[in-house]
Antibody
Framework: EVQLVQSGAEVKKPGESLRISCKGS????????ISWVRQMPGKGLEWMGR????????NYSPSFQGHVTISADKSISTAYLQWSSLKASDTAMYYC???????????????WGQGTLVTVSS | EIVLTQSPGTLSLSPGERATLSCRAS???????LAWYQQKPGQAPRLLIY???SRATGIPDRFSGSGSGTDFTLTISRLEPEDFAVYYC????????FGQGTKVEIK
């Protein structure tokens, strides 16, 4: 069974750093791209960026470029999303999602993590 | 950036009725790179349709997608109780952008 299991909820202060994780299982982790998607409270979905876990090649939505970093450790089948300096506006639910076709960067997502709620407040 | 506008914002219907959801793009979506997702409260989104009209694995045939260019439609032929949720369209031809969602609620 394909599963993406994300790390737990986080409460941080503005200016702090954070890394959240997404562990894949039940499939070949290096064969499928992973994306991260943001959902702000009561709002819609926003694609942030994607990574090819086989070589850690990434690209980002222009809206998120320079604000977050996506990485992966294929030895432990885990993708990461990190911030170096959080802002209150980063408060949101963050989902990782697996791309539908192996080896294909096309942004169709067939499996999703359960989400990680990040709250940034002083 | 392609902007997707979904209508209506909320659709109030009864179980058994037909639901028709619209998604309009600000410019043509290449190769019908249009998907639909369902999201229930407290849950992650679920892929329903990709390529404008192809059902994802395990999706019941009461869900169907159609359209091309700038106008796309998701139809639920007969609403089941579990279909009341928020639906998002997404274009994936140029990066990936989502519509703002349509809530299908019980009338």
């Amino acid at each position: 069974e394909v599963q993406l299991v994300q790390s737990g909820a986080e409460v941080k202060k503005p200016g702090e750093s954070l890394r959240i994780s997404c562990k894949g299982s039940g499939y070949s982790f290096t064969s499928y791209w992973i994306s991260w998607v943001r959902q702000m409270p009561g709002k819609g979905l926003e694609w942030m960026g994607r990574i090819d876990p086989s070589d850690s090649y990434t690209n980002y939505s222009p809206s998120f470029q320079g604000h977050v970093t996506i990485s992966a450790d294929k030895s432990i089948s885990t993708a990461y999303l990190q911030w170096s300096s959080l802002k209150a506006s980063d408060t949101a639910m963050y989902y990782c999602a697996r791309h539908r076709m192996g080896g294909d960067p096309t942004l169709i997502f067939d499996y999703w993590g359960q989400g990680t709620l990040v709250t940034v407040s002083s | 950036e392609i902007v997707l506008t979904q209508s209506p914002g909320t659709l109030s219907l009864s179980p058994g009725e037909r639901a028709t959801l619209s998604c309009r793009a600000s410019q043509s979506v290449s190769s019908s790179y249009l998907a639909w997702y369902q999201q229930k409260p407290g849950q992650a989104p679920r892929l329903l349709i990709y390529g404008a009209s192809s059902r994802a694995t395990g999706i019941p045939d009461r869900f169907s997608g159609s359209g091309s260019g700038t106008d796309f439609t998701l139809t639920i032929s007969r609403l089941e109780p579990e279909d009341f949720a928020v639906y998002y369209c997404q274009q994936y031809g140029s990066f990936g952008t989502f519509g703002q969602g349509t809530k299908v609620e019980i009338k």
